[in-house]
Protein backbone atom coordinates (compact mmCIF):
# COMPACT_ATOMS: atom_id res chain seq x y z
CA UNK A 1 0.00 0.00 0.00
CA UNK A 2 1.20 3.66 0.01
CA UNK A 3 1.94 4.23 3.39
CA UNK A 4 2.10 1.54 6.72
CA UNK A 5 -0.26 3.89 8.53
CA UNK A 6 -2.85 1.84 9.13
CA UNK A 7 -5.96 4.03 9.63
CA UNK A 8 -7.92 0.48 11.11
CA UNK A 9 -6.56 0.54 14.12
CA UNK A 10 -8.60 1.18 17.07
CA UNK A 11 -9.19 5.12 17.97
CA UNK A 12 -10.66 4.92 20.79
CA UNK A 13 -14.55 6.25 21.79
CA UNK A 14 -14.24 10.24 21.15
CA UNK A 15 -12.07 12.48 19.00
CA UNK A 16 -10.71 15.18 20.66
CA UNK A 17 -9.82 18.61 18.81
CA UNK A 18 -8.36 20.74 20.69
CA UNK A 19 -8.73 24.46 21.04
CA UNK A 20 -5.99 26.83 22.38
CA UNK A 21 -5.70 30.52 22.50
CA UNK A 22 -2.12 31.14 24.65
CA UNK A 23 -1.26 34.12 22.29
CA UNK A 24 -2.45 37.63 21.67
CA UNK A 25 -3.60 37.25 17.73
CA UNK A 26 -3.28 33.65 17.42
CA UNK A 27 -4.97 31.05 17.70
CA UNK A 28 -4.51 27.06 17.65
CA UNK A 29 -6.33 23.56 16.74
CA UNK A 30 -5.11 20.31 17.46
CA UNK A 31 -5.55 17.13 16.04
CA UNK A 32 -5.29 14.60 18.88
CA UNK A 33 -7.30 11.33 17.89
CA UNK A 34 -4.65 8.11 18.33
CA UNK A 35 -3.27 5.89 17.26
CA UNK A 36 -3.34 7.83 13.49
CA UNK A 37 -5.56 10.88 13.95
CA UNK A 38 -8.12 9.33 10.88
CA UNK A 39 -11.00 11.26 11.95
CA UNK A 40 -14.66 9.87 12.04
CA UNK A 41 -17.43 11.95 11.20
CA UNK A 42 -18.30 13.61 14.01
CA UNK A 43 -14.12 14.34 14.22
CA UNK A 44 -14.55 16.40 11.00
CA UNK A 45 -17.05 18.22 11.91
CA UNK A 46 -15.55 19.33 15.08
CA UNK A 47 -12.90 20.47 13.50
CA UNK A 48 -14.89 22.60 10.84
CA UNK A 49 -16.62 23.96 14.50
CA UNK A 50 -13.73 25.07 15.53
CA UNK A 51 -11.69 26.37 12.46
CA UNK A 52 -14.60 28.66 11.96
CA UNK A 53 -14.99 29.36 15.82
CA UNK A 54 -11.37 30.52 15.88
CA UNK A 55 -11.91 32.79 13.08
CA UNK A 56 -14.69 34.61 14.60
CA UNK A 57 -12.67 36.09 17.35
CA UNK A 58 -12.32 39.48 16.97
CA UNK A 59 -9.35 39.97 18.13
CA UNK A 60 -7.81 36.81 16.12
CA UNK A 61 -5.27 37.05 13.27
CA UNK A 62 -4.19 33.77 12.33
CA UNK A 63 -5.35 30.27 12.76
CA UNK A 64 -2.62 27.41 13.21
CA UNK A 65 -3.78 24.05 12.43
CA UNK A 66 -1.87 20.99 13.60
CA UNK A 67 -1.58 17.34 15.60
CA UNK A 68 -0.33 15.34 18.37
CA UNK A 69 0.39 12.20 17.67
CA UNK A 70 2.29 9.84 15.09
CA UNK A 71 1.20 12.00 12.23
CA UNK A 72 -0.68 14.77 11.21
CA UNK A 73 -3.69 13.50 9.69
CA UNK A 74 -4.07 9.69 7.59
CA UNK A 75 -7.67 10.56 6.81
CA UNK A 76 -11.21 9.03 7.47
CA UNK A 77 -11.70 6.26 9.37
CA UNK A 78 -12.29 3.76 7.21
CA UNK A 79 -13.33 0.98 9.98
CA UNK A 80 -16.01 3.26 10.49
CA UNK A 81 -17.11 3.23 6.71
CA UNK A 82 -16.66 -0.22 6.14
CA UNK A 83 -18.81 -0.87 9.59
CA UNK A 84 -21.65 1.17 8.84
CA UNK A 85 -21.45 1.53 5.28
CA UNK A 86 -23.87 4.25 3.01
CA UNK A 87 -24.64 6.51 6.15
CA UNK A 88 -20.83 6.77 7.35
CA UNK A 89 -19.73 6.82 3.72
CA UNK A 90 -21.85 10.10 3.53
CA UNK A 91 -21.21 11.43 6.90
CA UNK A 92 -17.54 11.32 6.14
CA UNK A 93 -18.14 13.04 2.63
CA UNK A 94 -20.06 16.05 4.60
CA UNK A 95 -17.28 16.08 6.74
CA UNK A 96 -14.98 16.58 5.33
CA UNK A 97 -16.26 18.94 2.68
CA UNK A 98 -16.76 20.78 5.45
CA UNK A 99 -13.76 20.40 7.23
CA UNK A 100 -11.80 21.54 4.14
CA UNK A 101 -14.32 24.52 3.74
CA UNK A 102 -13.50 25.59 7.01
CA UNK A 103 -10.13 25.76 6.84
CA UNK A 104 -10.57 27.68 3.64
CA UNK A 105 -13.16 30.09 4.62
CA UNK A 106 -12.12 30.84 8.00
CA UNK A 107 -11.92 34.85 8.44
CA UNK A 108 -8.51 35.03 8.72
CA UNK A 109 -5.51 33.25 7.81
CA UNK A 110 -4.78 29.32 8.56
CA UNK A 111 -1.13 27.77 9.00
CA UNK A 112 -0.88 24.30 8.60
CA UNK A 113 1.73 22.54 10.77
CA UNK A 114 2.73 19.08 9.85
CA UNK A 115 4.55 16.63 11.24
CA UNK A 116 4.56 12.87 9.95
CA UNK A 117 2.03 11.42 7.11
CA UNK A 118 -0.55 13.70 5.86
CA UNK A 119 -3.07 11.62 3.82
CA UNK A 120 -6.22 12.19 2.52
CA UNK A 121 -8.24 14.22 4.24
CA UNK A 122 -4.88 15.75 5.71
CA UNK A 123 -4.38 16.85 2.14
CA UNK A 124 -7.65 18.61 2.26
CA UNK A 125 -6.44 20.43 5.21
CA UNK A 126 -3.29 21.06 3.99
CA UNK A 127 -4.12 22.20 0.59
CA UNK A 128 -6.59 24.65 1.56
CA UNK A 129 -4.55 26.33 4.97
CA UNK A 130 -2.78 29.71 3.53
CA UNK A 131 0.33 28.94 4.46
CA UNK A 132 2.25 25.10 5.35
CA UNK A 133 5.00 24.48 7.12
CA UNK A 134 6.36 20.84 7.60
CA UNK A 135 8.46 19.16 9.55
CA UNK A 136 11.72 17.33 7.65
CA UNK A 137 9.55 13.54 8.08
CA UNK A 138 6.70 14.62 6.81
CA UNK A 139 4.93 13.13 3.82
CA UNK A 140 1.86 13.81 1.48
CA UNK A 141 0.07 11.47 0.01
CA UNK A 142 -3.42 10.47 -1.45
CA UNK A 143 -3.75 6.77 -1.13
CA UNK A 144 -7.48 7.09 -1.95
CA UNK A 145 -7.14 4.86 -5.40
CA UNK A 146 -5.88 1.64 -3.03
CA UNK A 147 -9.13 2.55 -0.70
CA UNK A 148 -11.61 3.05 -3.24
CA UNK A 149 -12.09 6.11 -2.76
CA UNK A 150 -11.12 9.40 -4.85
CA UNK A 151 -10.80 12.75 -3.53
CA UNK A 152 -8.71 16.21 -2.31
CA UNK A 153 -7.00 15.85 -6.01
CA UNK A 154 -8.39 19.59 -5.78
CA UNK A 155 -6.07 19.87 -2.54
CA UNK A 156 -3.01 18.70 -3.78
CA UNK A 157 -2.85 20.47 -6.73
CA UNK A 158 -2.72 23.48 -4.52
CA UNK A 159 0.31 21.58 -3.49
CA UNK A 160 2.00 20.40 -6.43
CA UNK A 161 1.70 20.29 -10.05
CA UNK A 162 -0.83 19.32 -12.19
CA UNK A 163 1.47 16.59 -13.69
CA UNK A 164 3.15 15.16 -10.09
CA UNK A 165 -0.68 15.17 -8.46
CA UNK A 166 -1.86 12.96 -11.21
CA UNK A 167 1.17 10.71 -10.84
CA UNK A 168 0.56 10.66 -7.49
CA UNK A 169 -3.08 9.86 -7.23
CA UNK A 170 -2.47 7.02 -9.99
CA UNK A 171 0.69 5.39 -7.67
CA UNK A 172 -0.57 6.27 -4.36
CA UNK A 173 2.92 7.53 -3.56
CA UNK A 174 3.30 10.29 -1.30
CA UNK A 175 5.84 13.18 -1.51
CA UNK A 176 8.40 14.79 1.02
CA UNK A 177 7.94 17.72 2.61
CA UNK A 178 11.51 18.75 0.85
CA UNK A 179 9.94 18.46 -2.61
CA UNK A 180 6.77 20.37 -1.60
CA UNK A 181 9.35 22.97 -0.21
CA UNK A 182 11.05 23.21 -3.56
CA UNK A 183 7.67 23.95 -5.33
CA UNK A 184 7.07 26.89 -2.83
CA UNK A 185 3.86 25.38 -1.43
CA UNK A 186 5.68 24.31 1.96
CA UNK A 187 7.01 28.00 3.61
CA UNK A 188 9.32 26.15 5.69
CA UNK A 189 10.75 22.65 6.31
CA UNK A 190 12.67 22.84 10.07
CA UNK A 191 13.52 19.10 12.72
CA UNK A 192 10.33 17.62 13.61
CA UNK A 193 10.89 19.48 17.36
CA UNK A 194 10.94 22.95 16.19
CA UNK A 195 7.51 22.85 14.22
CA UNK A 196 5.38 24.50 16.73
CA UNK A 197 7.77 27.03 17.20
CA UNK A 198 8.04 27.85 13.58
CA UNK A 199 4.45 27.55 12.83
CA UNK A 200 4.18 30.31 16.16
CA UNK A 201 7.12 32.60 14.37
CA UNK A 202 5.23 32.82 11.19
CA UNK A 203 2.05 33.09 12.54
CA UNK A 204 3.49 35.93 15.00
CA UNK A 205 4.11 37.99 11.92
CA UNK A 206 0.68 37.85 11.35
CA UNK A 207 -0.33 38.72 13.99
CA UNK A 208 1.17 42.33 14.55
CA UNK A 209 -1.41 43.28 11.05
CA UNK A 210 -4.39 44.88 11.65
CA UNK A 211 -7.31 42.50 12.09
CA UNK A 212 -9.04 44.62 9.52
CA UNK A 213 -7.36 44.47 7.35
CA UNK A 214 -5.89 40.43 7.68
CA UNK A 215 -9.31 39.25 7.24
CA UNK A 216 -10.42 41.96 3.68
CA UNK A 217 -6.81 40.03 2.84
CA UNK A 218 -8.13 36.60 3.01
CA UNK A 219 -11.58 37.34 1.56
CA UNK A 220 -9.91 38.83 -1.41
CA UNK A 221 -7.16 36.49 -2.38
CA UNK A 222 -9.91 33.62 -2.00
CA UNK A 223 -12.15 35.85 -4.41
CA UNK A 224 -9.17 35.70 -6.84
CA UNK A 225 -8.35 31.92 -6.95
CA UNK A 226 -8.29 30.23 -9.78
CA UNK A 227 -10.00 27.13 -8.54
CA UNK A 228 -13.86 27.13 -6.66
CA UNK A 229 -12.48 24.83 -4.63
CA UNK A 230 -15.62 23.34 -2.96
CA UNK A 231 -17.23 22.69 -6.50
CA UNK A 232 -14.18 20.78 -7.65
CA UNK A 233 -14.54 18.63 -4.54
CA UNK A 234 -17.80 17.85 -4.56
CA UNK A 235 -17.03 16.61 -7.97
CA UNK A 236 -14.38 14.73 -6.70
CA UNK A 237 -16.28 13.33 -4.04
CA UNK A 238 -19.72 11.98 -6.57
CA UNK A 239 -16.79 9.71 -8.15
CA UNK A 240 -16.25 8.00 -4.48
CA UNK A 241 -19.66 6.94 -3.84
CA UNK A 242 -20.08 5.73 -7.81
CA UNK A 243 -17.56 3.73 -6.89
CA UNK A 244 -19.06 2.53 -3.08
CA UNK A 245 -22.22 2.04 -4.78
CA UNK A 246 -20.79 -0.57 -7.79
CA UNK A 247 -19.21 -2.20 -5.03
CA UNK A 248 -15.57 -1.68 -6.14
CA UNK A 249 -15.04 0.16 -3.01
CA UNK A 250 -16.20 -2.38 -0.74
CA UNK A 251 -13.21 -4.85 -1.44
CA UNK A 252 -10.36 -2.39 -1.41
CA UNK A 253 -11.55 -1.22 1.92
CA UNK A 254 -11.93 -4.95 3.49
CA UNK A 255 -9.18 -5.41 2.30
CA UNK A 256 -6.96 -2.53 4.24
CA UNK A 257 -9.07 -3.17 7.28
CA UNK A 258 -7.73 -6.58 6.56
CA UNK A 259 -4.35 -6.51 6.01
CA UNK A 260 -4.43 -8.03 3.16
CA UNK A 261 -3.79 -7.62 -0.65
CA UNK A 262 -6.89 -6.15 -2.51
CA UNK A 263 -8.66 -8.08 -5.60
CA UNK A 264 -8.26 -5.52 -8.39
CA UNK A 265 -9.48 -7.13 -11.47
CA UNK A 266 -12.57 -5.00 -11.68
Not at 125 to 151: C, H, K, M, W
Not at 225 to 244: A, C, I, M, N, W
Amino acid sequence: MASPVDASEPTGAVMPIISHQDRPGIAEVVIDHPPVNALDVAGWFDLAEAVLAAGRVPDNRVVIVRADGRGFCAGVDIKEIQAKGDQALIGANRGCFAAFAAVYECEVPVIAAVHGFCLGGGVGIAGNADIVVASEDATFGLPEVDRGALGAATHLSRLVPQHRMRSMVYTARPATAAELHGYGSVLRVVPREQLVDAAYDVAADIATKSPTIIRRAKESLNGIDPVDVKSSYRFEQGFTYELHVAGVADEQRAAFVEKRDADTTT
